[in-house]
């Protein structure tokens, strides 16, 4: 069973910058597509980024020009760089890894804390 590990969530002012990382404890099928959603207190759980196996990116409008997302394969990991933070980016941020392989298959990782203060 792959797990995903999510670090780099933290207490940063609005303005300043976090970079998250989620690591798969094994490889991924290479035909996969890896991203970002986030859920705040209250709200429901909504995309944020998205990178598929060839690098193409998607990201929500609320986050275009902010936030850049990238893999590094050998690694196993998917990384967030968020930029020009704002408190209403203040959320848990959750991993996902689907992988379309013989059997299609979803991983999720645990969520990391992201808070940001005006």
């Known amino acids: 069973q792959v797990q995903l590990v999510e670090s780099g969530g933290g207490l940063v002012q609005a303005g300043g910058s976090l970079r998250l990382s989620c690591a798969a404890s094994?490889?991924?099928?290479?035909?996969?597509?890896m991203g970002w959603h986030r859920q705040a207190p209250g709200k429901q759980r909504e995309l944020v980024a998205t990178?598929?196996?060839?690098?193409?990116?998607n990201y929500a409008d609320f986050v275009k020009g902010r936030f850049t997302i990238s893999r590094d394969d050998a690694k196993n990991t998917v990384y967030l760089q968020m930029t020009s933070l704002k408190p209403e980016d203040t959320a848990v941020y959750y991993c996902?890894?689907?992988?379309?392989?013989?059997?299609?298959?979803?991983?999720w990782g645990q969520g990391t804390q992201v808070t940001v203060s005006s």
């Open positions: 094994s490889s991924i099928f290479s035909r996969n597509l």
């Open positions: 996902v890894i689907l992988s379309y392989g013989l059997t299609f298959q979803a991983y």
């Open positions: 990178i598929t196996s060839d690098d193409r990116t």
